[in-house]
Every structure is written in structure tokens, then in C-alpha cells.
């Protein structure tokens, strides 16, 4: 897929960190529109941080980054709203009364303002959001009632329903057997492709993405590769980063052993 080069997310030799502490070292790259990225790199590579550097929590050290034309510590709400969110998965009260268009519907508020009451078109932005991850015959339904991969999927919902530009997710297969795990990532495919979102998925499962993404950002607190899949995941760069942990079986799939310990 080619996309025409125009960066929405640019990255110019910008750190992050706390004063003392650099968790992701003079980082310079691109994403451009409609583009789908996977994030990989071993704990404490700077995912979680590069995941907060794009919502505009976590203004460079040093260096810049740019989204949506707009520096990222002057990220207006409204271009806020522009980014959804899926962060990593809580576990759900399951007596917490909620029901899944409640749910849906907190993802108005980005774009809304907290206090404006929703309108009808809102509750129609949310249906549809609901629609997009087929979960539209739950409305009423308490979300603590749903299984793990269907509140994934609700979650999904309420990101999309701030009809962003931007989807980023953080592990959203964690916790998931595996065949949801295949279902929220074909789901995520499917959204990227219909509504020619970016998409930014952040994991630990290299084989579960490769197959999908355009191109893998590889972080050990610097950008260690980038590139489209074939080239990042050789086996002496993965070496270099995983160490001792990886393993790449005939088949090339590649395992990373500390994730197996969770």
C-alpha cells in the first residue's frame, strides 16, 4: 500500500523522560496518513512512553514532536479529540453499572466539552461506533457482563466514537486467549482499512502484526529500526535488542521468552 508521504505524527530528534531518567533518546521519524505501525521493543524500551508522548501527555526534553501541525505540549483539545485512545486493558468491575453505550458515549466528551449534554446526533456517532466493532446489539447490556474480547471491542467503540484520525492502542491483546487475540487485531485491520485511520499499535506479539502492519517501530529507548516489517525483524537486529530472550523458530516465528513469565 503506498500512501502519500505527509506526516501527521513527526518525531524530530526528541527525548522523553523525567529530569534525570531519558526513557526514549533523540527519536526521529514519520507517520504518515492512513498508515498502520506496530510498536514492538522489550519491557522498558520506551513504548509506554512514546504512547504518552503522542496523546500530548509528555512534551520532549529536548527536540520535537509535531501532530496535526501542532507542537505536542500546545495540543488543543480538539486535536485531543483527534486521537483515540485504547490503553492498556483494566479489569472490569463486573458490578459496576454501566451499560455498554455509556460507555461508548464517554468518547464524546473529548469532543464534546464534559458539560454539553449529548445530542441525538452523539447517541447516532456512538450507535455507529458500536456498529463498526458489531457490538451494536448490546447497548443496554452492562459492560461487566461482556466477555474480555467484547469489552475490548466497546473500548474500540468509544475511541472510534471520537471519530479520530488517530487510533492508538496499548496492548490490546494482553490478557485475551489467543483467538480474540486474532479477532480485536483483524477487527483493528478492518477499521484501519474502512475508515483510513492511522493506526499505532503498540505490542509484545511480533507474529500476531507483522503480517498486517505497514511498517514496525523497534525501540530500546532509542528507535533501534524502522522500517516495513521485513526489514526490521532480521534476526541480528532483533539479537541486538531482545538478547538472550529471543528465539526464531524454523517457521520464523519469533518468540521473546520474557514475555512468557507474566
Not at 501532530?67 to 492498556?88: T, V
Not at 474480547?149 to 496492548?171: C, H, K, S
Request: charged letters at 20%; aromatic letters at 6%; proline letters at 5%.
Amino acid at each position: 500500500m503506498s500512501h502519500p508521504a505527509h506526516p501527521i505524527i513527526h518525531f524530530d530528534q526528541a527525548s522523553f523522560g523525567f529530569p534525570g531518567v531519558i526513557a526514549l533518546q533523540d527519536i526521529s521519524l514519520d507517520i504518515n496518513a492512513g498508515e498502520f505501525v506496530g510498536v514492538i521493543g522489550p519491557n522498558g524500551s520506551g513504548k509506554t512512553t512514546l504512547c504518552r508522548a503522542v496523546l500530548g501527555l509528555m512534551p520532549p526534553l529536548s527536540g520535537h514532536l509535531r501532530i496535526f501541525d501542532c507542537s505536542c505540549d500546545e495540543l488543543r483539545c480538539h486535536h485531543r479529540a483527534r486521537i483515540g485512545y485504547l490503553p492498556q486493558k483494566g479489569v472490569v468491575d463486573r458490578n459496576f453499572p454501566v451499560t455498554v453505550l455509556e460507555t461508548v458515549m464517554m468518547g464524546r466528551y473529548g469532543a464534546l466539552g464534559l458539560f454539553r449534554r449529548p445530542s441525538k446526533r452523539d447517541r447516532e456517532i456512538a450507535a455507529n461506533a458500536l456498529a463498526h466493532v458489531g457490538m451494536e446489539g448490546h447497548q443496554n447490556t452492562a459492560l461487566g457482563q461482556l466477555s474480555g474480547g467484547q469489552q475490548q471491542r466497546v473500548f474500540i467503540a468509544r475511541a472510534l466514537a471520537q471519530q479520530p484520525q488517530v487510533l492508538l492502542l496499548d496492548e490490546p491483546t494482553t490478557g485475551l486467549d489467543i483467538t480474540t487475540q486474532h479477532s480485536v487485531v483483524d477487527l483493528v485491520q478492518q477499521l484501519h482499512e474502512e475508515l483510513g485511520l492511522i493506526v499505532l499499535l503498540i505490542t509484545h506479539d511480533i507474529n500476531m502484526i507483522r503480517s498486517r502492519v505497514d511498517r514496525l517501530i523497534l525501540l530500546k529507548t532509542r528507535l533501534f529500526a524502522f522500517g516495513p516489517p521485513a526489514d526490521v525483524l532480521k534476526p541480528d537486529i532483533l539479537r541486538q535488542v531482545y538478547g538472550k530472550d529471543l528465539v526464531i523458530t524454523e517457521r520464523d516465528t519469533i518468540i521473546v521468552e520474557d514475555y512468557h513469565h507474566h
